[in-house]
């Protein structure tokens, strides 16, 4: 049987480049339900799901979607929006926490843990690169220094729909290391290139590379060039750098992330030098004002300890940075939304702890703060692990509460 398709659209390619661009938009339409932004009567179409096989009212609906937002930015993922970018964070920025922080702000980019290829390739695929659409603009960071290994693993993350693809250049971990990627491939800008190379030609979402000023001794200026003259010859066009170098021996990966000192003139200078190339800035930015001070000099800012601490952080950057103009959402609304998805992810065996562990920070900065921290880390280790548990506590209520005056 002949089934309307979307020829209207032939650029469409996949179906999550369509959810993408509905779901980064917030409408009447598009609200935090518990399966996600839509309860509305259209049912968001799935990853991989066979255009042909929908029904005529179905792509009728999305018809009518699409003409209302515009196809346009779906099939521009190059253009991705990344002036505001969360940083990946192993045991920090999983699908949880990645879901929550969406629910804050609803154009920040997002990025997974780094994900090694060894575990993709050898394990549970769905376990590292499963996540919920409403992620979404969402990177997924690989570790790895083969390319053939990196260039499978990254058409697998095009496959599960991911918007970008990130190679760790930047990681001083003495085990990553010792599998040969992570920073240590600063000192190879050829194996760096090749890399890159071997992984656009397997996808076409954007190829990017997360790294530092330098590691060890080669931490020259001449030497950060050079490595992104080489890299970017491969058609490497984004650099997130973390504005210090690392210290490979000697330094903890946690020191290394406080101790070599920030040096944000040299990632400015490095703009200035390669102006073609997309500039985005990491490391110890705590508050919107820096970040605004420091996109005046560079293309994008990338956050990641600080939206861990105090994920409500990026409640204003919609507004104040991607030009929306709906109020940002309640710290109770955003925790209402979570505990909705909480339980669905708790009924398909997902261990609390891990859920409610992106909770902690919410109300950083309000009354009942600390009480609500302690609240959750005891019922994190304990018995309880039903939504009712959180939302009856009276530290939810004294947080509800302080931030309702
Ligand atoms: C707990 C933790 C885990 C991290 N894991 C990764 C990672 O998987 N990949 C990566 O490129 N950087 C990782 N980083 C580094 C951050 O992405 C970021 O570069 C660094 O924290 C500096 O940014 P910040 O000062 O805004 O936190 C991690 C940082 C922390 C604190």
């Not at 101790?259 to 110890?284: E, F, S, T």
């Amino acid at each position: 049987m002949d089934r309307p398709a979307l020829t209207l659209y032939p650029n469409l390619r996949t179906v999550d480049c369509l959810a993408t661009t509905l779901l980064s938009r917030s409408d009447s339409e598009g609200c935090h339900g518990d399966t996600g932004y839509f309860s509305y009567p259209f049912s968001i179409p799935r990853y991989g799901e066979n255009v042909q096989n929908w029904s005529e009212n179905r792509v009728k609906i999305i018809r009518v979607k699409i003409d209302k937002y515009g196809i346009t930015a779906c099939n521009s993922l190059s253009t991705l929006d990344r002036r505001v970018c969360v940083a990946p964070m192993m045991d920090r920025t999983d699908r949880h926490c990645r879901y929550l922080l969406r629910l804050i702000s609803h154009h920040v980019l997002l990025y997974s843990e780094m994900i090694p290829t060894g575990a993709i390739l050898r394990g549970d695929r769905d376990r590292y690169l499963a996540f919920h659409y409403a992620e979404h603009p969402v990177a997924v960071q690989l570790g790895g220094s083969d390319p053939q290994a990196l260039a499978r693993c990254a058409q697998l993350a095009q496959e599960y729909g991911y918007d970008e693809v990130n190679l760790n250049v930047g990681c001083p971990s003495e085990r990553v290391g010792e599998g040969g990627f992570g920073a240590c491939l600063m000192a190879e800008p050829q194996r760096v290139a090749a890399a890159v190379t071997a992984m656009r030609e397997a996808v076409d979402i954007p190829v990017t590379v997360k790294t530092r000023l330098g590691v060890d001794d080669r931490d020259s200026y001449e030497e950060l060039l050079e490595f992104l003259q080489i890299v970017s010859s491969a058609g490497c066009h984004t650099f997130i750098l973390h504005a210090r170098k690392a210290w490979l021996k000697g330094l903890s990966p946690r020191e290394n992330r406080e101790i070599p000192p920030l040096r944000y003139d040299l990632v400015h200078r490095v703009k200035r030098d390669m102006p073609a190339l997309q500039i985005i800035l990491n490391g110890g930015i705590t508050r919107l004002d820096e970040l605004e001070a420091q996109l005046s000099k560079v293309d994008g800012i990338m956050i990641g300890r600080e939206v861990y601490r105090n994920p409500y952080l990026l409640a204003d950057v919609d507004r104040r940075f991607c030009g929306s103009t709906t109020p940002a959402a309640s710290r109770e609304a955003v925790l209402e939304a979570y505990l909705a998805y909480m339980d669905g992810q708790s009924r398909s065996g997902v261990p609390f702890r891990r859920l409610a562990h992106p909770l902690l920070g919410l109300y950083q900065g309000v009354t009942g703060a600390r009480r609500w921290r302690r609240h959750l880390s005891e019922y994190a280790s304990g018995f309880r692990t039903d939504r009712e548990s959180i939302g009856t506590v009276p530290a939810y209520r004294a947080a509800k509460e302080s931030s309702a005056n």
